[in-house]
């Protein structure tokens, strides 16, 4: 009997499907309410579920939650799956839910995810599958904190130090995917959860091969050694061959992250809103995209995602125009024996940035506009110019939210030291359309809303909004049931099928 035990054993690890990816640096912590490196963020993203989650149009569907509503503008109510349990087969309640909020909040544990729930007055559990949040205002991301991954109650609420728990080691998820264990450094596998709620995966393994040198990465992705991967648009455009498109289907989609020349327009030379306009009529952004990612990007026109709520289709940026840089430039009076000059530093460790710097140098040049560069090391670029705001202007990327807060990088009370606007833009108008966004619970009228400041800081032109680079995605043509959105293609993995 052991015998025939063990022969179905091997002959289902034989025919068991396995998803090969990739990472670059090894997971430190699983548990996804602390802070932790991609690594780690990619993994425990198959192992955690939140009550609240995104469909693939970017829109909040229910996951843990089987429905909310809001009883009034500050008080939320979630009534809870009740077929849902933890990897080890024990039930998941409200328990969990409050256990989650209380551990985020609790000053013995340092996360980031803090910052989101300073607005919630009180968590309660109604019954073992009800939970009432309240407010202490209405709120605009009332619902997107509840993406928040769940963490096990009875596992955890003894444990004296979330920080350094064996948990993090070791988790335990409601997630389509379970892990045994893992070591530093070494490949981490995932398996399928044959009890998870919306059914089984249907690839039954992932396995993250551990690769932290790029080259070795790309050679096994020409070796058909990876199922899902990345390109550059170099690697793109001039180092595969046909057996390589043969075997893998290419899908690119724009990032969540654009790069921008922002002024300092707590200084006399930005201050008068004609130079920067005249600076962005003057730089070519098309042509950045074409010298930096041959082609694989887009124009950024604003502060927020293209395809979400906020973005507006219909604000543009100036155009490419040297005759216009120079009539501005002329009616500030600058010419070719008094040309405008000014400094832009960026940091080391982005080429692509740096190349950037220096085409923009070039062609600012054309309008008679002189660009010096400057390159420093990360922590000394942070230290002595951006966070004492000692710059002229600076280049730098931000990362882009399906939900985005306007409040960090473009309200005037975050013109401050620790604050995230840098370029010291004020503008009452936005001041008062993103307090007024930041108590509108109804989707639309934060649309709108959005929309209006997006309009308005394109207007001021407080940075040069210059490109969003493509993410470029290979995957294994037999893998069965991709379907790429502008969220990208994990939205579904669940469904996914491997021969």
Known sequence: MKKLIAIL??????????????????????????????????????????????????????????????????????????????????PFTAKDVLFSYNTVMSPKVFTPLK?????????????????????????????DIWTLSIIPWHILKDEKNIMSSFFNKKPTGTGPYYIEEFEINQDVTIY??????????????????????????????????????????????????KDFKSFYKILEKPNFGYTYLGFNLRDEKFKDIRIRKALSHAINRQELIDILFFGHGTICNGPFLPETFAFNENVKNLEYSIKKAKTLLKELGFDKNNPFEFEVVTNTGNDIRRNAAEIMQY?????????????????????????????????????????????????????????????????KEVDELIEEAEVTINREELSNNYKKIFKKIAEDVPYLFLYIPNTITTVNKDIKNIEPQFTGIWHNHKDWIKP
């Open 9 to 90: 054993i091997f002959i289902s690890q034989m025919v068991a499907s396995t998803l090969n990816l990739s990472m670059t640096s090894s997971p430190s912590k699983l548990n996804p309410i602390l802070p932790a490196d991609s690594a780690s963020s990619s993994v425990s993203g198959f192992l955690f579920n939140g009550l609240l989650t995104y469909d693939k149009h970017g829109k909040i569907k229910t996951e843990l939650a089987k429905s909310y509503k809001f009883i009034d503008k500050t008080t939320l109510r979630f009534k809870l799956r009740e077929d849902v349990k933890w990897h080890d087969k024990k």
């Open 192 to 241: 399928a959860n044959e009890n998870y709620f919306e059914g089984k995966a249907k690839i039954d393994k992932i396995k993250f091969k551990y690769i932290p040198d790029p080259n070795t990465e790309f050679l096994f992705q020409k070796q058909h050694k990876l199922d899902v991967s990345s390109l550059k648009p170099l690697q793109l455009e001039k180092q595969i061959n």
């Open 363 to 427: 062609q600012l040049a054309k309008a008679g506009i002189k660009m010096k560069i400057r390159v420093m090391e990360w922590q000394a670029f942070l230290n002595t110019v951006v966070n004492p705001r000692n710059f002229e202007a600076i280049l730098l990327g931000w990362g882009l939210a399906l939900v985005p807060d306007a409040k960090p990088l473009w309200h005037s009370n975050q013109d401050k030291k620790g604050g995230f606007n840098l370029v010291g833009y004020n503008n």
């Open 115 to 143: 910052s989101n729930f300073l607005l919630v007055e009180s968590v309660k559990m109604i019954d073992d599958f009800t939970i009432e949040v309240k407010y202490k205002k209405p709120y605009f991301k009332a619902l």
